[in-house]
């Protein structure tokens, strides 16, 4: 029950963070996730966000700043192995999964529904 | 930077509406973002626990499976008009979980599916994600970049 509740409280003041954002300094949305996905990518250059996510397990890899994280953490993996070439072979390594999904279920549910409002 | 110098009666007048534009009420909204935020992030515990348990993944690789079923879902509630509802409650509560991006590329498809399956829904899928994915993966080949010379010369 303990980690649900470091989830929540982790995973809401990040998002508290975003809205500060959104409302002091006029950040759009794009804006928001696009800086998100920056930090956490320069999070896990200092090897932070890894003990971040340790700590609060979900709280850490639902918000957008995981996706930076994942992007950095594919690239390195492949560049152990294969050097400079491999950042480029290995960025999209972990988020694929993401990317792939939101492609596959953005595209379905694109199809099959009427757009609102 | 010559886009954003205002002229001096700009700046007058943007200091004359200020006391005029509505402050958003900051604490409610923090609060709304942490609450939904934080629930979000609750429930993908959740869904980590339950790739850990029955399908024998471990913390490290739970992660990507969890962050799919979220897309999943919040694609569907995009679809049906409820995750639209629940951004205008919550703000960045509903818009920094992986659960906003999938409803960006979901909500930007079907606003243009009436332009075609091509030129419409597909070509606009990432109109409003894409800019996540390019910030994402220059920020990451240039980190990589910096972090690998380090390696290479320690």
């Known amino acids: 029950m303990v980690e649900y509740f470091i989830a929540f409280v982790v995973g809401g003041l990040i998002c508290v963070v975003g809205q500060l954002l959104m409302d002091i300094f006029k950040l759009t949305p794009a804006h928001v996730t696009s800086s998100f996905v920056v930090a956490g990518a320069a999070l896990d250059g200092f090897g932070l966000y890894d003990k971040l996510i340790q700590f609060a397990g979900a709280g850490a890899t639902v918000p957008i700043t995981s996706f930076g994280h994942s992007l950095l953490h594919g690239a390195m993996a492949e560049a152990e192995e294969h050097g400079f070439i491999g950042i480029a072979m290995g960025i999209f390594q972990l988020t694929s999964a993401g990317i792939s999904s939101a492609i596959l279920f953005g595209f379905i549910v694109a199809v099959l529904f009427k757009p609102k409002g | ?154």
């Open chain 2, 1 to 154: 930077m010559g886009k954003n110098e205002l002229s001096p009666e700009q700046q007058a007048y943007k200091e004359k509406i200020k006391p005029l534009q509505p402050t958003p009420p900051y604490f409610v909204n923090c609060l709304k973002a942490f609450l939904i935020g934080g629930l979000i992030c609750a429930i993908g515990q959740g869904i980590t626990n339950f790739y850990i348990t029955f399908f024998n993944f471990t913390e490290k690789t739970a992660g990507n499976p969890t962050v799919a079923t979220l897309i999943l879902v919040a694609s569907l509630l995009t679809g049906i008009g409820v995750y639209d509802k629940l951004g205008q409650f919550a703000g960045a509560g509903s818009i920094v979980p992986v659960t906003g991006f999938a409803n960006a590329v979901t909500s930007a498809a079907l606003e243009h599916k009436s332009e075609g399956l091509v030129l419409g829904v597909a070509t606009n899928l990432f109109k409003l994600a894409g800019a996540v994915i390019v910030f994402g993966a220059v920020a990451a080949y240039i980190i990589g970049m910096i972090r690998y010379l380090f390696q290479m010369v320690l």
